[in-house]
T-cell receptor, first 114, second 114 residues
């Protein structure tokens, strides 16, 4: 079974631009979560989608948004980029998103904001 | 709120040494507990998990026991190898949330030399 895939793997943007990242979950997985990883703040939860609905949201500004499609693929968007948005963005999928479920992570998208 | 505290390291060991990475948690309900590992340039991989008190998770020689009385989930391995060099993250998910969010510790860098 193919793992979680994320595209693109690397991205360079300038301040003020917007960016869209894509995530394809493991086949059969209906829950997709997004995390931001930075050296200073570590791994932080952004949001979780299940059956095209945002079910849980972390403490990030409204510039960060996401969506999920009927095939469970998900995208996240960051508008008006700031230097501090430079990070590794990780997507994870699980079967149902239950608290005992294992979340399987993709390789991440490395975003650099100049 | 929920949180995870783990020793940040770096932890430097010689091959075949015994490894312990301490992890304690704060949670209001009944969390599931996880250890993830991240190799350079990669996403996170599940190492092991435990979903209820006194459960022991194990994988690839690593073990951790869910101790509710001490709110701990310490990672151990009897004999480390150079290939175990990586960053290790302790994490929890809360049972009473509407959705699922992994809450991570800051990560512990392990370096094993031959």
């Amino acid at each position: 079974k193919a793992g979680v895939t994320q595209t693109p793997r690397y991205l360079i943007k300038t301040r003020g631009q917007q960016v869209t990242l894509s995530c394809s979950p493991i086949s059969g997985h209906r829950s997709v979560s997004w995390y931001q990883q930075t050296p200073g703040q570590g791994l932080q939860f952004l949001f979780e989608y299940f059956s095209e609905t945002q079910r849980n949201k972390g403490n990030f500004p409204g510039r960060f948004s996401g969506r999920q499609f009927s095939n469970s693929r998900s995208e996240m968007n960051v508008s008006t980029l700031e230097l501090g948005d430079s990070a590794l963005y990780l997507c994870a999928s699980s079967i149902r998103g239950g608290h005992t479920d294992t979340q399987y992570f993709g390789p991440g998208t490395r975003l650099t904001v100049l | 709120g929920n949180s995870v505290t783990q020793m940040e390291g770096p932890v430097t060991l010689s091959e075949e040494a015994f490894l312990t990475i301490n992890c304690t948690y704060t949670a209001t309900g009944y969390p599931s507990l996880f250890w993830y590992v991240q190799y350079p340039g990669e996403g996170l991989q599940l190492l092991l998990k435990a979903t209820k008190a006194d459960d022991k998770g194990s994988n690839k020689g690593f073990e951790a026991t869910y101790r509710k009385e001490t709110t701990s989930f310490h990672l151990e391995k009897g004999s480390v190898q150079v290939s175990d060099s990586a960053v290790y993250f302790c994490a929890l998910t809360e049972a009473n949330q509407a959705g699922t969010a992994l809450i991570f510790g800051k990560g512990t860098t392990l370096s094993v030399s031959s």
